[in-house]
């Protein structure tokens, strides 16, 4: 029902930046909340930040507020992640995801859809 691809991960120097891309498709995104989340290795798939379609209400994580910012473009069906200020602490595969309604935003498991993952590695 719901596609998404993701792209612009990469390595990259302490300090520096990337823009993640997920592009969506499959469906009418109004009634859906995107999510970014992140998984280090031996590490639980935590919460970035999430946007909604139709009002475009945000949500940041406290690790990343202040860095990371949320945006989206209804006219290409894709949701970006600026990630400024980037720390090796940051390193891990990131993931967008997508949800019905606005239930439980934080919440990897209340998500239906995933994409694939791409790989941030931030050297020091």
């Known amino acids: 029902q719901v596609q998404l691809v993701e792209s612009g991960g990469g390595l990259v120097q302490a300090g520096g930046s990337l823009r993640l891309s997920c592009a969506a498709s499959?469906?009418?995104?109004?009634?859906?909340?995107m999510g970014w989340f992140r998984q280090a290795p031996g590490k639980e798939r935590v919460f970035l930040s999430a946007?909604?379609?139709?009002?475009?209400?945000?949500y940041y994580a406290d690790s990343v507020k202040g860095r990371f910012t949320i945006s989206k473009d209804n006219a290409k069906n894709t949701v970006y992640l600026q990630m400024n200020s980037l720390k090796p602490e940051d390193t891990a595969i990131y993931y967008c995801?997508?949800?019905?309604?606005?239930?439980?935003?934080?919440?990897?498991?209340?998500?239906?859809?995933w994409g694939q993952g791409t790989q941030v590695t931030v050297s020091s």
């Open positions: 499959g469906r009418t995104f109004s009634s859906y909340t």
């Open positions: 946007i909604t379609w139709s009002g475009g209400t945000m």
């Open positions: 995801a997508a949800k019905r309604g606005t239930a439980g935003t934080t919440s990897a498991g209340a998500y239906d859809y």
